[in-house]
């Protein structure tokens, strides 16, 4: 060591390489702001994003009142629907009906075989008519 300088020799040396310690400096600085950046939200990021959300939200909004109106028109069919079902015959009436309909049929045979008898009745009258209509009108015997 120099005794007349008041500087030591080593910071001496340092001092030569302060190029070396800025470039270093400003290396480390520039990562510490690019992390920085990746880190935080830019204002414009920041909107661009809101805005976003705020056209979500009205598009949510909108599907809620379409939900809601066809809510209540499911709500009008349903009890509609529920109306119909408390006016539908049970199964114990439908079971009457059927029986009432099976009677009914029976009944509707047994009045077809009449009406084929009376038929046959009334074709030995209609002969007799006949022939007295033509005796009647004509003088013709048969």
């Not at 009449?114 to 009647?136: C, F, I, M, P």
């Amino acid at each position: 060591m120099n005794e007349t300088s008041i500087v030591p020799a080593w910071l001496l040396e340092l001092m030569k390489l302060w190029p070396l310690f800025m470039l270093m400096s400003a290396l480390i600085l520039g990562g510490i702001l690019l992390y920085l950046k990746t880190r935080f939200v830019t204002h414009q990021r920041c909107s661009e994003h809101r805005e976003g959300i705020l056209a979500e939200q009205t598009k949510m909004k909108e599907l809620e009142k379409r939900v809601d109106n066809i809510g209540g028109s499911l709500g009008i069919l349903q009890n509609s629907l529920n109306q119909a079902l408390q006016n539908m015959p049970t199964a114990k009436c439908m079971k009457d009906i059927s029986l009432g309909l099976s009677a009914l049929d029976g009944d509707m045979k047994a009045l077809t075989a009449k009406l084929e008898g009376q038929d046959r009745a009334l074709e030995r009258v209609e002969r007799s008519v006949n022939l007295l209509t033509g005796v009647h009108m004509g003088g013709t015997h048969p």
